[in-house]
């Protein structure tokens, strides 16, 4: 476990993986009731939920099967590919037991999306009673105080998400030394056959490559949401490890007599760096008190945005 913790922290798996980001200038949005948006206004920070406790419970296992696809497509020795298949199998099984059996760590996502005033979004994140908050894409990656590992847009397409992986398979079979140009050569092989030994580095390194990558797959049929995940590790007990992380809290809040395992994760806001841009009242809170009770909290705060009713014509 430890090795696996290590690699994590890894400033090298950014090399092999190629999510699309956000532009300088783009908006994302935040979709949340008023208690969090008081929160995370007058905090300047955000409850950042433990990946296995999303509302997707078998996304962090999906990303497997675009992987199992691409060695079925790559690898054309039968032997070799069952070898392989089970292999990465039993690496990425150890590696999302490492998510969701672990207190000591542990990966943690932060929601946004590029829909704005989306119904949809509206009815599953704020009841349609909520807030959309509006941030600077550029301005809040800068300003997030705790240093986090990725963030990318939500992947849906199944054959996008075929192409990512099978980059980042050739990428890092690719890796130049001896063993591996071996290894190159006898995958791509249709008769020379491979030992274990001869895999588990490289199995090691792209299961963990279809581990991360599983942070951003999803089904298709979730694609209305155009999710963007800013995705965190922390560590919350001594481990022994050898890279010694920085420890962070872990916090519990309620949900349906649930209690939910969360970081606080703090964004800069001082000196005109605040990359809240504006706030939209939900389709079934289109009130007059609700807009000049924003606007009333907001000017407390000092914070000088723009505060309008949704579009969307909804009745009670």
Request: with cysteine; proline share 3%; glycine share 4%.
């Amino acid at each position: 476990m430890q090795k696996i913790l290590e690699d994590l922290l890894s400033e090298n798996m950014n090399q092999w993986l190629a999510i699309p980001r956000c532009r300088e200038g783009e908006k994302i949005y935040h979709y949340t009731n008023l208690s969090s948006l008081k929160g995370i206004v007058t905090e300047h920070s955000f409850w950042v939920t433990k990946s296995d406790f999303l509302n997707d419970k078998n996304e962090f296992r999906y990303a497997y099967k675009v992987t199992k696809k691409v060695c079925e497509k790559l690898v054309p020795n039968e032997s070799n590919r069952t070898l392989l298949q089970k292999m990465l199998k039993a690496k990425v099984a150890e590696l999302n037991t490492l998510v969701e059996d672990q207190v000591m760590s542990g990966c943690y996502v932060l929601s946004f999306s590029k829909g704005y005033d989306s119904l949809l979004l509206w009815t599953e994140f704020a009841k349609s009673q909520g807030y959309c908050m509006e941030f600077d894409y550029s301005q809040l990656r800068s300003g997030i105080h705790k240093k986090m590992k990725m963030d990318g847009y939500v992947i849906y397409n199944r054959k996008e998400q075929c192409t990512l992986v099978e980059n980042t398979f050739l990428r890092v079979l690719k890796r130049k030394d001896d063993s591996r140009r071996v290894l190159r050569k006898k995958l791509f092989s249709e008769t020379e056959i491979v030992t274990e030994e001869e895999l588990e580095q490289f199995v090691s390194e792209f299961a963990l490559c279809s581990f991360l990558y599983s942070m951003f797959f999803k089904k298709e049929c979730f694609q209305e949401e155009q999710e963007y995940r800013f995705v965190f590790w922390a560590f919350h007990e001594e481990n022994g490890m050898e890279i010694v992380p920085e420890l962070t809290p872990i916090h519990f809040r309620e949900r349906a007599q649930t209690l939910i395992p969360y970081i606080e994760v703090g964004y800069a806001h001082n000196k005109g760096q605040n990359p809240i841009r504006a706030i939209t009242v939900g389709p079934k809170n289109n009130s007059d008190l609700a807009v000049k009770g924003i606007r009333y909290f907001l000017r407390n705060e000092k914070i000088n945005i723009p505060v309008c009713e949704s579009k969307i014509p909804l009745r009670y």
